[in-house]
């Protein structure tokens, strides 16, 4: 390492890079144009810090947000750096002393939003000047991914056009190949060097599993899993985050919610509160979270499918900041992957990017692997099995459901793919009601011959052809379900159809949780009274969700020796198979 890096890293406060970042600096330094992948905590904001300072101008960092900006800045001028930030919360007096500190060379790094940098004026100003860098951080936003699309961040491509001699680095969390190549191509810098650092998160267990009542669902996970720590609930609508925030602080939990419609004030303040307080729930859109970088986030819970397999990692990747263990669970249905399809753009290109991503994300979700190795594979980059995950862990069962997928695109052949997958789905159970009559379906051969399955198996079998694009929704104005190739190959038997059978997560109603909140102090009080013995709260719950019946299995359960056990069993046991407390105890 030269004397001049060894230098901005001691400015910087570090005393050594990592091997990614030394590269991309090298390269940034030269001029050369950067796009680089790496997950929050890869050390990307050092990379450009450091070689704005190798190089001679202002370094200008495009942020989406503003309170990543402040405390960006308020970090470099705490270690002497020249730091400022250009946004609308400066009057317009402090913007003239910015602007003449830039025009007298006496700000380093200047931080500034899409919308501000495409101004003509900013434009202006800034070339009139030495620019060392610019720096593009959530350059995700560039592929226009769901609720974290910024417009005006696909206007930057007249960075370069304005700048061509002035390197730039594009920095994201996570994208496959194809979207680093988006992100070069909207940016004007096709011969970019793109560094990708590993995204694994080996300390997030994942679950997914099928939505049945989601909201006693998500109950049954915030009580027995995640009891009295910090995450968020993702929701795909406004509505659904105040309903849900609502109920969740009607049974007591410390619920806030967060979505773009809230005045500026009210989202700080549930912000404000989330990151003070511990165990607080944060319900959320997707208009929380970028730039979010807590330690103490535990989990991450999506009561609805995100719209890509980037969103969906990068928003469970916001728990377990601090390296320690964290849980995410998704929970879907046939209805979420429908809805979800419909509401991709109007845009013919537009709606084809989105509905390719979709489909991406069904393939994980569907997905009969490791879901560690199965979300990784999407980013091009290959895993062992996690051993934590849903699919690792439970004994899964699989079987061949050919012969059913068979029925059904024979179905959908017969019906000209006109009739929705509900009623498809009542004709293949024989049910005689105003929709099957209307279409006659009792005539069909193959009315009542699918009464093999239930309807919730049904929906398994659409959701995996779906998924797997055996057939695919077509037209913009009317249901239309047309068969692909693959479809054709099923129906002629040169294709198995092998399906794991459906994961529920379990539920817990309001008065089981209620009842559960009594007994739980039943049994504090038991440990309360107690002389010497050494339980944390953590090995008291387990004793109480899993209610040993003797004295060899609460050892187990807690890891107490069974020589400290043996002293205090009876009277826990006891306690724990009271007849008022057994009747609810879980």
């Known amino acids: 390492m030269n004397s001049k890096k060894r230098q901005a890293l001691k400015r910087l406060g570090y005393t050594d890079y990592r091997p990614l970042q030394e590269e991309a600096i090298d390269a940034l330094s030269a001029g050369q144009d950067v796009v680089l992948a790496a997950p929050t905590g890869g050390g990307k904001s050092l990379i450009y810090q450091s070689a704005g300072l190798l190089r001679n101008g202002v370094a200008v960092i495009v942020s989406p947000l503003i309170s990543l900006m402040t405390q960006q800045v308020d970090q470099l001028n705490a270690k002497g750096i020249h730091a400022k930030f250009l946004n609308s919360t400066l009057n317009p007096g402090e913007q003239d002393d910015l602007v003449w500190s830039i025009r007298h060379n006496r700000i380093e790094f200047l931080y500034l ?29 560039i592929a226009q991914w769901g609720g974290d699309f910024r417009p005006e961040y696909s206007q930057l491509g007249r960075v370069k056009q304005s700048f061509f001699n002035v390197p730039i680095i594009a920095l994201t969390g996570s994208a496959d190949n194809k ?22 998160r080996p300390n997030i267990q994942i679950q997914i599993a099928q939505k049945k009542q989601a909201k006693h669902q998500i109950l049954h996970f915030l009580h027995h ?16 985050t105040e309903e849900l925030c609502a109920w969740l602080r009607h049974l007591g939990f410390n619920s806030l919610t967060y979505h773009a419609a809230m005045k500026d004030e009210d989202k700080q303040q ?17 208009a929380y979270g970028m730039g979010i970088d807590l330690p103490q986030i535990r989990f991450v819970i999506h009561m609805d499918i995100p719209n890509t397999p980037e969103a969906y990692y990068q928003e469970i990747g916001r ?36 509905l390719t991503k979709l489909t991406s994300l069904f393939q994980i979700l569907e997905d009969r692997q490791c879901r560690k190795v199965s979300v990784l594979a999407h980013f091009d980059e290959t895993t062992e099995v996690c051993g934590i995950c849903d699919r690792c862990t439970s004994k899964q069962s699989e079987h061949n459901a050919t012969i059913a997928c068979q029925k059904l695109l024979s179905l959908i052949y017969y019906t000209k793919g006109t009739q929705a997958f509900s009623t498809l789905i009542q004709v293949l159970l024989g049910k005689r009601t ?24 049904w929906k398994t079998v659409i959701r995996h052809l779906l998924a797997f694009q055996y057939i695919q929704i077509v037209g913009n104005h009317h249901f239309l379900v047309q068969l692909n190739e693959k479809a054709r190959q099923v129906l002629k038997g040169e294709i198995q159809v092998i399906l794991v059978n459906d994961h529920y997560y379990p539920r817990l109603t ?8 009594v007994n739980w102090h039943k049994a504090k009080a038991w440990l309360y009274n107690q002389v010497d013995i050494n339980m944390t ?12 019946t003797n004295a060899a299995s609460l050892s187990r359960l807690s890891g107490i020796s069974i020589d400290e056990v043996s002293r205090f069993s009876d009277s826990l046991l006891s306690l724990l198979h009271d007849q008022s407390m057994n009747k609810t105890l879980s």
Not at 225 to 240: D, T
Not at 434 to 457: D, P, V, Y
Not at 537 to 548: A, M, S, T, V
């Open 225 to 240: 899993e995640v009891s009295g720590q910090s995450g968020i609930i993702y929701c795909r609508s406004r509505n659904k």
């Open 537 to 548: 709260d953590g090995q008291l719950r387990k004793i109480c969700q899993h209610k040993p």
């Open 510 to 517: 309001e008065e089981e949780l209620m009842a559960d909140h």
């Open 319 to 354: 728990a377990g900041r601090d390296g320690k263990a964290a849980k995410a669970l998704l929970l879907y249905g046939l209805q979420d992957m429908l809805k979800a399809q419909q509401l991709v753009s109007n845009s013919p290109e537009q709606a084809r990017l989105e």
């Open 270 to 286: 549930s912000h404000e509160t989330f990151s003070r307080d511990n165990g607080a729930i944060m319900v959320a859109t997707t």
């Open 179 to 200: 979207t680093l190549k988006g992100i070069q191509s909207s940016l004007g810098i096709s011969k970019a060097d793109i560094f990708k650092g590993r995204i694994d």
């Open 113 to 141: 939003s899409p919308e501000k940098l495409i101004q003509p004026s900013i434009m202006g100003l800034l070339q009139s000047v030495d620019i060392a860098l610019f720096a593009i951080d959530e350059a995700h936003c």
């Open 434 to 457: 105003k929709t099957t009559s209307s279409i006659q379906a009792e005539k069909l051969s193959l009315f009542g011959k699918g009464k093999e399955l239930t309807e919730a198996q």
